[in-house]
């Protein structure tokens, strides 16, 4: 698969080594050069410095021809409108994007965009890990 991530932040990097170590061609992108030290010395993807929300920085990013698109900042509005942007106008048949407010994951799902609510899935894990 071809995956395009926005957002090389704790959970980004480790998704893109995750995946780039299963054979999947991976760019990830993030505003800021730093963010890449995070990224493995293997990592055998691309990391590009850009703005996800700009359309040409996406194209940059390949993700005309991406099959999934992945939107993991510290942002929710930004996340959902860059996966709006990757599904409308780039196409991409597959978004999934990260949200803290529960409250926006059921409006998200509504567009069209799947969700993770990192917020409801910590808490239902400490919960299990406290009744369990």
Do not use: W
């Not at 920085?57 to 996966?83: H, P, W, Y």
């Not at 942007?85 to 409250?103: E, G, K, T, W």
Request: hydrophobic share 40%; net charge negative; proline share 2%.
């Amino acid at each position: 698969m071809k995956i395009v991530i926005m957002g090389c932040g704790r959970v980004g990097a480790r998704l893109a080594s995750s995946l780039d170590i299963d054979g999947h061609q991976v760019t990830i992108l993030d505003t800021d050069s730093y963010s890449f030290r995070r990224l493995p010395a293997a990592f055998g993807g691309s990391a590009l410095v850009g703005n996800g929300l700009d359309g040409e920085v996406l194209k940059g990013a390949g993700v005309e021809e991406s099959d999934v698109f992945v939107a993991l900042t510290q942002g929710d509005n930004r996340n959902i409108m860059a996966c709006q942007i990757a599904r409308q106008i780039f196409n991409v048949p597959r978004v999934v994007c990260r949200i803290y407010d529960p409250l926006r994951q059921e409006l998200y799902g509504t567009l069209g965009v799947e969700s993770i609510s990192s917020t409801i899935v910590m808490a239902d894990l400490f919960k299990e890990k406290l009744e369990g």
